[in-house]
Each structure stands twice: as C-alpha cells, then as structure tokens.
C-alpha cells in the first residue's frame, strides 16, 4: 500500500488529543506516494506507539511532527530506504537510558504530573515489528529538550504512480 497516505492518516487521527493538549502537530514528506510491502497490523501499532509516547510526555501547547523521507537506492541496490521520525518536544529522556527503553518493561523516572506512564512494552514491541519489517529503530534524546525516534525501513518500490492517476 501507500505507506505515504497510511502514516498520514494515523497521524492525523489523533487531532482529538491536539486539540485537547493544544499541541501543534505536522507532518512533511520528501514524496508524495510510496507503494511498497509492508504489514499493515504492525506498521499501525508502530506508529500508534511512537505518537501515542510523543503526546504522552508532551506537556500541553508543545509540539510533535512526523517526518517522512525516501532515499532511492545506491548503485547495486534494489531498494531504497525509507525513514519515519517521530519528534516532541516532550520531558526528553537520560543519555544512559536510551537503549533500556527498548526492554520490555522497562519503566523510567516521570515527573509525578504525568500520568499513564505506561506497562513499558509498547517500545519493546514497536522495535521487535520493526524488525519484521528489515528494519532500526533508533532514538536522540535529551531531558527537556524532547525525543526523536527514526525507524529505518527498506523500501522497494512496487508501483511507480504517474502524475495524472491522482484524483
């Protein structure tokens, strides 16, 4: 499917918690439609985890955007690559921290006025369905200046769209 189109329209199906956090929330692209394989079920749960995290510890009024960007394929390749981030401007998290938060059940330190913070699965999973998918996922990460995850895909092309089948 239009992975493109498919994170878009995740992304934007939490304007009820933008609305009520009055958070800003973009979302930007490199490409306009990308036809590639991918597991719907999964790739959901994944994006569903790294914006649910990034509303989670965003204080209200802050901000989260989603950024798409397609590489094409080097020479000798027969696929590109397609990197998803999901960025806040959240509470941040400790440098020595940042790979535990992949274990499962990993819990870490949140000011007390956080709430939900959570069993500690939901990034254990996102990174093992990362993995189905050929892929990394990886974080930067600072206290108070917020988190950025990239997950890292392959991405073979399976339909070029030509300019005049959009409508």
């Known amino acids: 499917g239009d992975i493109i189109q498919f994170t878009r329209d995740i992304t ?7 609305e009520k956090k009055q958070t800003d929330l973009s979302f930007g692209t490199n490409i306009e439609h990308l036809e590639i394989y991918f597991d719907r079920d999964k790739m959901e749960k ?7 995290n990034a509303f989670k510890y965003t204080p209200g009024k802050g901000r989260v955007d989603v950024q798409l960007a397609y590489e094409e394929p080097v020479e000798g390749q027969n696929h590109g690559t397609l990197n998803i ?15 535990r938060i992949f274990e499962r059940f990993f819990q870490s330190e949140v000011p007390a006025e956080m709430v939900n913070q959570g069993t500690g699965i939901g990034l254990a999973i996102t990174r ?6 050929n892929g990394t996922v ?3 990460s600072e206290p108070e200046k917020g988190t950025c995850f990239t997950v890292s895909l392959p991405a073979r092309k399976i339909y070029q769209q030509s300019p005049q089948a959009e409508d």
């Open 12 to 18: 934007f199906s939490f304007s009820d918690i933008v």
């Open 46 to 52: 994944i994006l569903f985890n790294l914006l649910s």
């Open 85 to 99: 981030q999901v960025s806040d401007s959240g509470i941040g998290i400790p440098a020595d921290q940042h790979e």
């Open 128 to 133: 093992e369905f990362v993995k189905l998918h």
């Open 138 to 140: 990886t974080v930067r």
